[in-house]
Nanobody, 124 residues
């Protein structure tokens, strides 16, 4: 019933920037937090960033602090992940996730809905 759709992935060179978007077309949530996770080949899905329902609280993985920024527009039901200073290590499939709770969380098991993912490839 709930569908999340990621977009904005692609191939970029190291040091470049990319902006991912997550949308829930035709869907509405009450108080919900959102998050971004990523999964590289042969690795487990890992936390990237999260944002509370209000947008005032955010959390980031240590590996992306200072480079990535998560934001949201509740009126448009969109969540963004601005990725700057990209590194080859950032190469992964990026997933948008929704948590039916207002508080941001870095734990994968706390999220209720997931998108299909969008590929981000950073070349050296």
């Amino acid at each position: 019933q709930v569908q999340l759709v990621e977009s904005g992935g692609g191939l970029v060179q190291a040091g470049g920037s990319l902006r991912l978007s997550c949308a829930a077309p035709g869907r509405t949530f009450g108080s919900y937090a959102m998050g971004w996770f990523r999964q590289a080949p042969e690795k487990e899905r890992e936390f990237v960033a999260a944002i509370s329902w209000s947008g005032f609280s955010t959390d980031y993985a240590d590996s992306v602090k200072g480079r990535f920024t998560i934001s949201r527009d509740n009126a448009k039901k969109l969540v963004y992940l601005q990725m700057n200073s990209l590194k080859p290590e950032d190469t992964a499939v990026y997933y948008c996730a929704a948590r039916l709770s207002p508080g941001a969380s870095k734990w994968l098991s706390d999220y209720d809905y997931w998108g299909q993912g969008t590929q981000v490839t950073v070349s050296s």
